[in-house]
């Protein structure tokens, strides 16, 4: 797929990892792809085993409509969990990216790390808070209902699954709810966030390795799809446990820096009325790089990929103008010269292209590469991981 392709894709949402649901108390909510795959698989599962072994009674079709409605339940269960998350956090003066639903149950996004240790205690305890909640709420409900009817059997297993899920997220292993708050409490009792976290992606991982071996036995021994589960899950933990460890190693090396230390000042760029040709003899000739900003005036008004421009056949660069290949400002990552290195290193990371614009006022004011961030990783001595003990502007995962 060339740029012009994947430009079309992307503008159809093809590339989108989510759809977005729209916005509940001002939070996006999206629902990725894979979400689908779970929810399949719950209505099978309960609709082909779990409720006709507890309600012989009933005829298939109820089954499949149990399930389906169980299911939605149990994932709006999941997203008021992830709520109680993101509107504590904003509680905490922090901002919302989102919430996302997908293959493992949902994950709430904040553009900024937990400003201190009571902060991240209150934040990861709001969402464990809600699903005690609404599983004491279906219990009472289902109580109520017959249990000979439909309706029972929905409310039971959704207020008995948001238990499960409650017991579980409290294990004390990062990136867990229980983890967190693990972490918060050791990182208020030594005021270093990087050891903190370090010890609790310690547990994590240990747990996802347990998970793992738990589940390949339990497949091995019983062929149940509930080992396989388990292993994929162990190895999620496990993955997600790491990053947060070298994300806290990261945070502590980069403490105190701000993109202005590192940008690159006057970076080569393009003007939008220039023909590729003079593009690539006056600039992208005498220094070569992946990402051109343009410009207008000092006034930044998109980017130019050169990997655009070896697209196009030579014998049309004279003819063709730069402002015909650029892509819009929101293409590239923006940032400002006081914002922390470590949340340039996060917004760098995760965007399609590794290097990023720096401006003030509207006006270019340097370039920042995720390499040149690397390389101060590589530089700076492992015992700078101790981070202050409050940083409000490190990224969260």
Request: proline share 5%; net charge positive.
């Amino acid at each position: 797929m060339n740029q012009k392709e994947r430009q079309q894709a992307k503008s159809r949402g093809l590339l989108d990892p989510s759809i977005s649901l729209g916005r509940i108390a001002g939070v996006r909510i999206g629902l990725n792809w894979s979400w689908l795959i779970v929810f399949t698989l719950f209505v099978w599962s309960l609709a082909a085993s779990y409720f006709p072994s507890r309600y012989p009674f009933l005829t298939g079709g109820a089954y499949v409509v149990m399930a389906v409605y169980a299911v939605i339940l149990f994932f709006g269960s999941l997203l008021l969990h992830e709520l109680g998350h993101a509107i504590q956090a904003r509680r905490e003066g922090m901002q919302i990216d989102g919430i996302t639903l997908w293959l493992f149950g949902g994950v709430a996004r904040f553009k900024a790390m937990f400003p201190s240790s009571g902060a991240e205690f209150r934040i990861a305890l709001a969402g464990p808070l809600v699903t005690l909640v609404l599983s004491g709420i279906f219990a009472a409900l289902a109580a109520l209902v017959p249990a000979s009817q439909a309706l029972h059997g929905v409310l039971a297993w959704v207020a008995y699954v948001n238990l499960v899920l409650l017991v579980f997220n409290l294990i004390p292993a990062l990136p867990l709810d229980g983890g967190r708050v693990l972490r918060s409490i050791l990182w208020r009792a030594k005021g270093n966030f990087g050891w903190a976290t370090a010890i609790a992606a310690d547990i994590g991982r240990s747990f996802g390795y347990l998970l793992i071996g738990g589940g390949v036995l339990l497949f091995v021994l019983s062929g149940a799809f509930t080992g396989a589960w388990f292993a994929v899950v162990g190895w999620f933990l496990v993955n997600a446990a790491e990053a947060e460890r070298r994300y806290a190693v990261a945070r502590g090396a980069l403490a105190g820096l701000r993109v202005g230390d590192l940008m690159v000042r006057n970076p080569v760029t393009a003007h939008p009325d220039q023909t590729i040709a003079a593009f690539v003899d006056e600039s992208a000739g005498a220094s070569r790089h992946a990402l051109y900003p343009v410009v207008r005036d000092d006034e930044f008004i998109g980017v130019l990929p050169f990997g655009r421009v070896a697209h196009i056949p030579r014998d049309e660069w004279p003819r063709r103008a730069v402002s015909e290949c650029m892509l819009p400002p929101d293409e590239v990552p923006v940032m400002r010269e006081d914002d922390g290195l470590i949340d340039a290193f996060a917004k760098l990371g995760k965007a399609d292209r590794r290097r990023g614009v720096v401006v003030r006022h509207g006006r270019l004011v340097g370039v920042l590469s995720l390499s040149d961030i690397e390389r101060v990783l590589a530089e700076r001595p492992a015992s700078t991981a101790a981070a202050p003990r409050h940083d409000p502007r490190a990224q969260a995962s």
